[in-house]
C-alpha cells in the first residue's frame, strides 16, 4: 500500500494549498497536475459554468486514463475530492501558499489580476503566472512583494508535457526559485530553469522560429499545410507538425502570445502573421472549435 498523502502532509513541506486562476485548457490541466501530486487545490473562474465544464473534461480525461490502466481508480478519486473548483476568487486565495495564474494572455488582465492577488493572498504566497510570453518583472511591478513573483510555464496539454519552464526575474528570491522548482518536481514533470527572464522563455522561442519557417514555406506556396507538417513528424519527429500544433494549442493562444510581445515591445515584426490573424478573426481557432488549419470531426 502506497502511503496516502493527505492536505495535513502535503508532498512539498510549506505548500498545502495551490489556487489555479482561470479554468481554460492550461488551467484546468494544471490544477489537476497539482491535485494528482496530492496537493490541495482550488481551480478559480469568473464563470461557473466554464468550471462545471473543466471539471467534466478533466473527469473524462480521469476515466478513459483509468480505462486504459494508465492510473489507478483510487488515485484518480482522491484527486478529484482535493480538486474544489470556485467563482469567489478573494475566497479561494485567502489561504493559499502558491496562486498559479493561467488567464488570458494579456498584459491589462494579467496586471489587474495580479494586484488584486496581492492584496487577497497571503503574505508567504508565491504568485506564479503561467504566461508563455509576459515575462514576471511586468507583474512584479503591480505588487508588494516583487521577491514571489515568477513564471511557471506548462505546455499543452499539461497533464502529458513533461516540461515547465521555471523563470525568476532580477529580483525574484531565491527560496522562492528552490521551492518552485521543488514544487515542479513534486508534480512528476522536469524543470527547466532560466538564469535570466526573455519573452516567450525557451521552447516556445525555438517553436517560433520552427513556426515562421512554416509559414514562410506555406506563404510562397511551397508546400500544403500537411507535407509541411508530415515533413515535422517523419523527418525530424517532432510528434506533430507547426500547423498540427497550433491547431492543438488555439489559433487564438498563438494570436494572443504575438500580441502580447508587440504590447512588451512594440516591435511590429512580433505583429500575428496574416494567416494566424485571418483564421483569429475568422473564429476558427482549431481543434476547440472544430477548425483551424485542419478540419476535425470529433470535438
Ligand atoms: N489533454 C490531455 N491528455 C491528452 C491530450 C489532451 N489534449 N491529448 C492527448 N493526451 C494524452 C492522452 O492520454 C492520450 O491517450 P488517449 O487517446 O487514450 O486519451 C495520449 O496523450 C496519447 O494521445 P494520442 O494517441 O492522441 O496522440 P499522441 O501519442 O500523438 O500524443 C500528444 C498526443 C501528447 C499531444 C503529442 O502529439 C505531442 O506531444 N504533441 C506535441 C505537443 C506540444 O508540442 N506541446 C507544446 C505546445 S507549446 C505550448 O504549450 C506553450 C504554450 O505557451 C503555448
Not at 6 to 32: E, F, K, W, Y
Not at 237 to 259: K, N, S, T
Request: hydrophobic share 40%.
Amino acid at each position: 500500500e502506497e502511503p496516502v498523502t493527505s492536505a495535513d502532509q502535503p508532498p512539498l513541506a510549506g505548500v498545502r494549498h495551490i489556487s489555479v486562476i482561470g479554468a481554460g485548457t492550461m488551467g484546468s490541466q494544471i490544477a489537476m497536475v497539482c491535485a494528482l501530486a496530492g496537493y490541495r487545490v482550488t481551480l478559480v473562474d469568473l464563470s461557473d459554468s466554464q468550471l462545471q465544464s473543466a471539471r467534466e473534461q478533466l473527469q473524462s480525461r480521469m476515466d478513459r486514463d483509468v480505462a486504459r490502466g494508465r492510473r489507478r481508480h483510487e488515485d484518480v478519486e482522491q484527486a478529484m475530492r482535493r480538486l474544489a473548483t470556485s467563482c469567489d476568487r478573494a475566497e479561494a486565495v485567502v489561504d493559499s501558499d502558491v496562486v498559479i495564474e493561467a488567464a488570458a494572455e494579456s498584459l491589462k488582465i494579467k496586471k489587474q489580476l495580479f494586484a488584486a492577488l496581492d492584496r487577497e493572498a497571503p503574505a508567504r504566497a508565491i504568485l506564479a503566472t503561467n504566461s508563455s510570453n509576459i515575462v514576471s518583472s511586468r507583474l512584479a511591478e503591480v505588487v508588494s512583494r516583487p521577491e514571489r513573483v515568477v513564471n511557471l510555464h506548462f505546455f499543452n496539454p499539461a497533464l502529458v508535457m513533461e516540461c515547465v519552464e521555471v523563470a525568476p526575474h532580477d529580483g525574484t528570491a531565491d527560496h522562492v526559485i528552490e521551492t518552485s522548482l521543488a514544487l515542479v518536481e513534486s508534480l512528476g514533470k522536469s524543470a527547466v530553469r532560466l538564469r535570466r527572464e526573455v519573452p516567450g522563455f525557451i521552447a516556445n522561442r525555438l517553436l517560433s522560429a520552427i513556426r515562421r519557417e512554416a509559414l514562410e514555406l506555406y506563404d510562397a506556396g511551397v508546400a500544403d499545410v500537411a507535407d509541411i507538417d508530415r515533413a515535422a513528424r517523419t523527418a525530424l519527429r517532432h510528434p506533430m507538425g507547426p500547423f498540427e500544433l497550433m491547431d492543438l494549442v488555439g489559433i487564438d493562444v498563438a494570436y494572443m502570445i504575438r500580441m502580447a510581445e508587440y504590447e512588451q515591445t512594440g516591435d511590429e515584426n512580433a505583429l500575428p502573421h496574416p494567416a494566424i490573424t485571418r483564421l483569429y478573426e475568422s473564429g476558427d481557432l482549431g481543434r476547440k472549435t472544430g477548425r483551424g488549419w485542419y478540419t476535425y470531426d470529433d470535438s
